[in-house]
């Protein structure tokens, strides 16, 4: 089964039909999509034969260790890649996102692999289509359209994609062909136990302790159809939690009756914060998003945004207000 057969791959088989050695990389604080992605694909092209490697600019999150050969996943910002021909970019919506510098992509043929609605074209070849509920759901018609197996591996990488994607299978973009994919998964070897296990069901204590820290900083405004949380720096030393491990802290702002907007403040590099932004019932937080410099989907948006603390809530504001007025 193709997920969605009006969207055509054959640039991105051609390309890999005469590629030799094939580079695939995720974006920077990668998530199970993109991880997943990665893996599945370069379970594939090993299969195809082609010399394949994976490398990111961060490391591979606690909730995707269990994917298989998620331990083959080079990690660092400039690795040796002279003998590349091809890079795949896979769930980046923009080049930036890669965190990697522009002297690693030179001379080499970028496929851009993506379904942010926000993502600006910015490889060679471009796939990105806003319709698929994730990266993962497009690698899974890729790897039909390159006529090759769904293997154990590569189903159980795709599902854990999918599933953390959806959120757990919850968002508009579910449709009854996303189910039928997923028992496509199943039936290959992909065990929704297990992936519960290790995405939901294995965290450390230190992150529940710094999920508590962070609900006590959670306000609202606009008739509560906005709802407001952090974490800083002091909550993540006093816990001892990764900065990665923040990943879902948001939803339960989201879980509210009658929120619309959601937004989620960390610390990012450079004394810069990273922003998410949550949407329902119709609040695009991919415009908010856009007006601060980001992107991202309808209902699940980012920026990053530089100052204090305090500096950062003022911006937001300043957007948010606006959207409520
Ligand atoms: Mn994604």
């Given at each position: 089964m193709i997920l969605l057969p009006q969207q055509t791959w054959q640039a991105v088989v051609t390309q890999l039909q005469s590629a030799k050695k094939v580079m695939i990389v995720s974006h920077q604080s990668p998530d199970a999509d993109t991880i997943g992605s990665q893996l599945a694909l370069f379970d594939a092209l090993q299969n195809m034969g082609i010399a394949v490697r994976m490398c990111n600019s961060?490391?591979?999150p606690r909730i995707c260790r269990y994917l298989p050969c998620s331990a083959q996943i080079e990690v660092g910002k400039s690795p040796d890649v002279s003998d590349i021909d091809t890079m795949i970019a896979v769930d980046a919506g923009a080049k930036s996102r890669l965190g990697f510098d522009a002297a690693f992509f030179e001379g080499k043929t970028l496929i851009n692999i993506d379904h942010h609605?926000?993502?600006p074209l910015y490889?060679?070849?471009n796939v990105v289509n806003a319709d698929y509920c994730a990266t993962g759901a497009m690698i899974f018609d890729l790897i039909q359209h390159l006529g090759q197996a769904l293997t154990k591996n590569s189903a159980v990488a795709l599902y854990a994609a999918i599933l953390t994607d959806t959120a757990s299978f919850q968002v508009e973009r579910v449709s009854a062909d996303v189910h039928r994919m997923v028992a496509i998964l199943i039936e290959a070897g992909a065990e929704p136990?297990?992936?519960?296990h290790h995405i939901y069901d294995s965290q450390p204590l230190a992150r529940v302790s710094l999920l508590t820290l962070t609900l006590q900083t959670l306000?609202?405004?606009?008739a509560g159809r906005s709802v407001w949380l952090h974490v800083n720096q002091d909550m993540l030393d006093k816990t001892g939690v990764a900065l990665e491990d923040t990943e879902g802290f948001i939803d339960?702002?989201?879980?509210?009756d009658g929120v619309e907007v959601v937004i989620f403040i960390r610390p990012d590099q450079d004394k810069r914060w990273k922003v998410s932004f949550r949407g329902k019932h119709g609040r695009d937080v991919a415009a908010l998003a856009a007006q601060?410099?980001?992107g991202g989907h309808r209902y699940a948006a980012g920026c990053a945004v530089s100052g204090t603390l305090e500096e950062v809530y003022a911006q937001l504001h300043a957007v948010v207000d606006d959207t409520f007025s």
């Open positions: 961060d490391h591979v609605a926000s993502n490889a060679d070849i136990a297990v992936a519960a306000t609202t405004a606009h339960f702002g989201r879980s509210i601060l410099g980001g």
